[in-house]
Nanobody, 115 residues
Framework: QVQLVESGGGLGQPGGSLTLSCASS????????MGWFREAPGKQREVVAFIEVSGFRGYGDFAKGRFTISGDSGKATVDLQMNNLQPEDTAVYYC?????????WGQGTQVTVSS
């Protein structure tokens, strides 16, 4: 059974940075896309960023210019570098990976931005 393990969440300062990491416990067959969603209290889950095996990257509007996604499809790992954090970035962040058998999800990691 595939498990995606996330790390790197926690408390961040406004204007500061955090890096989230996600790694698969086993091979994901036909891996084609990796990315991150987030879910804040009372809000719908929204796309943060994704990266395709081609190298194409996409970002949510709020993430453009502040967040950078990187990944290694061979190792099935994906990272999210978050800069200039704002209180509204407070949310649970979930990584995902898409392959032949569908989408795998991480368990979520809490990011709290507060002074």
């Amino acid at each position: 059974q595939v498990q995606l393990v996330e790390s790197g969440g926690g408390l961040g300062q406004p204007g500061g940075s955090l890096t989230l990491s996600c790694a698969s416990s086993s091979t994901i067959h036909g891996l084609n896309t990796m990315g991150w969603f987030r879910e804040a209290p009372g809000k719908q889950r929204e796309v943060v960023a994704f990266i395709e095996v081609s190298g194409f990257r996409g970002y949510g509007d709020f993430a453009k210019g502040r967040f950078t996604i990187s990944g290694d499809s061979g190792k099935a790992t994906v990272d999210l570098q978050m800069n200039n954090l704002q209180p509204e970035d407070t949310a649970v962040y979930y990584c995902y990976m898409d392959g032949t058998n569908g989408r795998e999800w991480g368990q979520g990691t809490q990011v709290t931005v507060s002074s």
